[in-house]
């Protein structure tokens, strides 16, 4: 585990979630999971990304599932996601995660339609009523909203985002925004860029394969944070195949295929997210078994 000053940063991984054969959810396997990514080198878990397929579930459940991650690894390592179609309704999200004292929040911009500046900071400022720190999460391919670097440096100097979730992997915005906004904290979004925005100074990483391979991720995170290529490179080499899944449409039924292949529950996904077609299943079968028999873990 990292020793971190702030909540949100760190290896934050958006956790999976274990849903039973008739889909319905396993809160005592979610449990587990979470406790197991913090004993392997994690910092914590963000509950309700797409990650865990929040779209799917109902009010009930998605409650359910941060306070189950709170019970297991502590609030202050919790981040829930509190994305919605209105702005009030991620605000009460927001004051659910506050009454549960978890550390940090991850919010979307409005992701409805395709919303304005002015509109994104309005949203930004509702949710930040709530009184927890907000990570603005940057994914403009799903959301259709870029929170640029001059946008973001708005957003932080207002006092309504702590950090950025940046997820275009163009290591490029690192620079821009650090000059724009230095206080501002980059955590890294999409896995097959960890490197190069460790490199360009990253302080978190919000992370998905390591739901499957958490203490080699770990391991890749501090040696690329410390700069230390010796070990980094050779790590991302043998890991990137799998990386890359991230930022694909599958990503979710990837990285849990990975999982039940490493050892841990993965199982089914809730529609409208299909079972894999077969030569993406085989693609990462074998990619997950290879990085398997070179003692990743």
């Known amino acids: 585990m990292t020793n971190r000053v702030k909540p949100w940063q760190g290896i934050m991984v958006a956790t999976a979630l274990p849903l039973r054969a008739d889909?319905?959810?396993?809160?005592?396997?979610?449990?587990?999971?979470?406790?197991?990514?913090?004993?392997?080198?994690?910092?914590?878990?963000?509950?309700?990304?797409?990650?865990?397929?929040?779209?799917?579930?109902?009010?009930?459940?998605?409650?359910?599932?941060?306070?189950?991650?709170?019970?297991?690894?502590?609030?202050?390592?919790?981040?829930?996601?509190?994305?919605?179609?209105?702005?009030?309704?991620?605000?009460?999200?927001?004051?659910?995660?506050?009454?549960?004292?978890?550390?940090?929040?991850?919010?979307?911009?409005?992701?409805?339609?395709?919303?304005?500046?002015?509109?994104?900071?309005?949203?930004?400022r509702e949710v930040a009523e709530a009184g927890v720190?907000?990570?603005?999460?940057?994914?403009?391919?799903?959301?259709?909203?870029?929170?640029?670097?001059?946008?973001?440096?708005?957003?932080?100097?207002?006092?309504?985002?702590?950090?950025?979730?940046?997820?275009?992997?163009?290591?490029?915005?690192?620079?821009?925004?650090?000059?724009?906004?230095?206080?501002?904290?980059?955590?890294?979004?999409?896995?097959?860029?960890?490197l190069e925005l460790a490199l360009a100074g990253a302080v978190g990483w919000i992370a998905g394969y390591p739901n499957a391979l958490p203490v080699s991720s770990a391991e890749l995170y501090h040696a690329a944070l410390a700069g230390d290529l010796e070990t980094a490179l050779p790590l991302y080499r043998k890991l990137h195949e799998l990386l890359r899944w991230d930022a694909k449409t599958e990503f979710v039924q990837a990285i849990k295929l990975s999982m039940d292949l490493a050892g841990r529950y993965g199982g089914p996904c809730r529609a409208p997210r299909l079972p894999l077609l077969p030569d993406m299943e085989t693609s990462i079968r074998a990619a997950t078994e290879k990085a398997l028999a070179e003692g990743l873990r």
């Open 133 to 194: 720190p907000i990570v603005a999460y940057n994914n403009p391919f799903d959301t259709k909203v870029d929170l640029t670097p001059r946008l973001l440096a708005t957003l932080h100097e207002e006092g309504l985002a702590v950090a950025v979730k940046e997820f275009t992997g163009d290591p490029r915005r690192a620079y821009e925004l650090a000059e724009l906004a230095p206080g501002l904290d980059l955590l890294i979004g999409s896995d097959d860029a960890l």
């Open 23 to 124: 889909l319905s959810v396993d809160y005592d396997a979610y449990a587990e999971h979470c406790r197991w990514l913090v004993d392997s080198g994690c910092d914590g878990v963000v509950p309700n990304g797409s990650l865990g397929e929040y779209q799917t579930l109902t009010p009930e459940e998605r409650a359910r599932v941060v306070e189950v991650a709170v019970e297991a690894v502590g609030g202050r390592n919790v981040m829930p996601g509190v994305g919605a179609y209105g702005s009030a309704e991620s605000r009460r999200w927001a004051e659910h995660a506050a009454s549960l004292g978890c550390g940090s929040v991850l919010l979307l911009p409005p992701n409805a339609y395709r919303a304005d500046e002015r509109t994104v900071i309005a949203h930004y």
